[in-house]
C-alpha cells in the first residue's frame, strides 16, 4: 500500500515536498516513481528512483525544479518541487515498479491515492 502526503496550495515560486509511505517489507525491491494529472488530461510521467536511490531519471518540464529521494529504512519516497508553476498543478500519484526507468505507467504495479497539488498565480 502506496499513501502520499504534503499536497496542498502554494503560490507560483514555491516549494512543496510529497512524501510517499510504503507498507510491507519489500519496499527496497521496488522502483519508485512520480506521476501527476491534471484535470482534463492523461497521467504523465514525472520522476523515478532506481532500488537503492542511486539513479534518477525526470521528466523535461520539472528537471532542474524537482527532486525526488527515497530513505529504504523510513519506507518513503519524497518529491521536492521547488519554483513551482501554476502548469504544476495536478493531483500526483507515487508508484512502484519493478523495472527502473520507465516513464510508462503501465509499467508500475502499485498506486497511492493520489494528493493534490494547486499552484496559483
Known amino acids: 500500500q502506496l499513501v502520499e502526503s504534503g499536497g496542498g496550495l502554494v503560490q507560483a515560486g514555491g516549494s512543496l515536498r510529497l512524501s510517499c509511505a510504503a507498507s510491507?517489507?519489500?519496499?527496497?525491491?521496488?522502483?519508485m516513481g512520480w506521476f501527476r494529472q491534471a484535470p482534463g488530461k492523461e497521467r504523465e510521467f514525472v520522476a523515478a528512483?532506481?532500488?537503492?536511490?542511486?539513479?534518477?531519471y525526470y521528466a523535461d518540464s520539472v528537471k532542474g525544479r524537482f527532486t525526488i529521494s527515497r530513505d529504504n529504512a523510513k519506507n518513503t519516497v519524497y518529491l521536492q518541487m521547488n519554483s513551482l508553476k501554476p502548469e504544476d498543478t495536478a493531483v500526483y500519484y507515487c508508484?512502484?515498479?519493478?523495472?527502473?526507468?520507465?516513464?510508462?505507467?503501465?509499467?508500475?504495479?502499485?498506486w497511492g491515492q493520489g494528493t493534490q497539488v494547486t499552484v496559483s498565480s
Open positions: 510491507g517489507s519489500t519496499f527496497s525491491s521496488y522502483a
Open positions: 508508484a512502484a515498479s519493478a523495472l527502473y526507468g520507465s516513464s510508462l505507467s503501465g509499467d508500475y504495479d502499485y
Open positions: 528512483i532506481s532500488w537503492s536511490g542511486g539513479s534518477t
